[in-house]
């Protein structure tokens, strides 16, 4: 008895092991396809202070850290202003509490989410470049708040990548 508990156990840790590979490889995929220029700008963004900001529209339209119930439920638009801004430091998750993922919409538009698994709590971040040096700049910012929509979506990509597993 003891035998077939241990074997289970050992099953699951290898689907759940295999599931973590699944995504991690599905975001390295998505980070191959992001543009050169973007993945330099998202490395220099992150470590150096004075390019942040100088590569923000200020003000940065998006939406506060909020506890209501989607990133598109605020009737007011909300401003990031320059001064208060809290600088973005490169994302890090020893602990694997949160997923990652980009949007790409062409080649001149990039959606950055985070997510707390576990959570409906999102962050996003639009990246743009809009003019003809080919600049990229931060254009919008949705600190972390619910998005019911975007946990729907996600957790019927889970469901599915656990279907694909057990086949």
């Given at each position: 008895?003891s035998l077939?508990?241990l074997?289970?156990l050992v099953e699951q840790g ?14 390295e995929?998505t980070?191959?396809?992001?543009p ?6 998202f490395?220099k963004f992150h470590?150096?202070?004075s ?11 998006g939406?506060p850290n909020?506890s ?7 009737s007011?638009r909300f401003f990031w202003?320059?001064?208060?801004w809290q600088i973005?430091?490169?994302f890090?998750?020893p602990?694997?509490?949160f997923?990652?993922?980009y949007e790409?919409?062409?080649?001149r538009m ?6 707390m ?5 999102f962050?996003k971040?639009?990246f ?17 708040r ?13 469901k599915?990548e656990a279907?694909?597993?057990e086949?």
């Amino acid at each position: 008895m003891s035998l077939l508990l241990l074997f289970s156990l050992v099953e699951q840790g290898c689907k759940s092991s295999a599931s973590e590979e699944n995504k991690q490889e599905a975001v390295e995929e998505t980070e191959k396809r992001l543009p050169e220029d973007f993945i330099e700008f998202f490395r220099k963004f992150h470590t150096d202070s004075s390019y942040q900001m100088d590569h923000i529209t200020f003000p940065l339209e998006g939406l506060p850290n909020s506890s209501g119930d989607t990133l598109e439920n605020s009737s007011q638009r909300f401003f990031w202003q320059r001064e208060g801004w809290q600088i973005h430091k490169p994302f890090t998750d020893p602990s694997h509490q949160f997923a990652q993922w980009y949007e790409i919409y062409g080649d001149r538009m990039i959606e950055h989410w985070v997510w707390m698994k576990g959570t409906n709590l999102f962050l996003k971040r639009r990246f743009a470049t809009l003019s003809a040096d080919g600049e990229w700049y931060l254009i919008y910012y949705a600190g972390m708040r619910p998005n019911s929509e975007k946990l729907e979506e996600k957790q019927a990509e889970a469901k599915a990548e656990a279907e694909e597993g057990e086949k």
